[in-house]
């Protein structure tokens, strides 16, 4: 297929080399040029505006910050949706509040196009080999056409509901996540001054019953940042805080109170103003450990 991929942060370009690896004709768009470079060098094609990539693509996929960058990107002049879209399929990937997937999918089904919307979970390395789990919402029809196409981005896909379900059980996969990796960092906080090695404190945290597979998969980046030498970046303090803001927001929005969740986005955020932003969200257990220290 000719798939189009608007929005090249590190999970955007990861789906679209991805998609390139298994076969398919891939057009991509950033906002800024030197993220299209990289995957262009390995076989996309770059589209001058999002209106030229919806023009060139049988499927539109969009993995973006937030609901201004969608707004942005799909809307105005030169946006997704400026030309003759009818036919066209798009699969929207970002993490927001299923109001603004329910009022995107309003205006792609007036241009005549389709929408699915599939946050997923997992990140760089699961999008590479196509082991992400996909979180659908979308009409059955529009569910069975985005189908084989998710299927090898996805080891698992989870049809939720109709738009705004798959959104809704984004952020609640998100929200444990997040909110472990300020736990750790408290738990690390306790015993810092046992003055414990790094390896060796995440050897025990790895093996008991409150480990869960995050601490396991990045135990290694999370040693590093105690250490002080710093990790990899799978996905950054600055993207949980959104999220953890966004999970608080819906959380108002449905009467429900989630004090964890306001709590750890404020203590995200203060990591963020630290400097830690750009680091990896399991980098707040580090952050957290080694707050006020001299």
Known sequence: MHVGVAGLGMMGAAIAQRLIEVGHTVTVWNRTADKVKPVVVVG????ATPMALAGTCEVIITILTDAAAIDAVYGGPSGLLAGDVAGRLFIEMSTVQPAT?????DKVRRKGAALVECPVGGTTGPARQGQLIGLMGAEPADAARADPLLRQ????IEHCGP????STMKLAINLPLMVSWQAFGEAFALIRDLGIDPDRLLSIFTDISAATNAIKARAA???????GSGGGVTFTIDSGAKDLRT????????GHELP???RTAQCFEEASRGGWGARDASAVAAYWSKRGKP
């Open 101 to 105: 997937e329910l009022a995107l999918a």
């Open 247 to 254: 999970m608080a927001a819906e959380g108002r929005a449905r």
């Open 44 to 47: 996309a094609t770059a589209a």
């Open 153 to 156: 981005m996805c080891r698992r």
């Open 163 to 166: 738009v705004g379900a798959g």
């Open 260 to 262: 964890l969740t306001e």
């Open 221 to 227: 980046m999370i040693a590093a940042e105690l250490k």
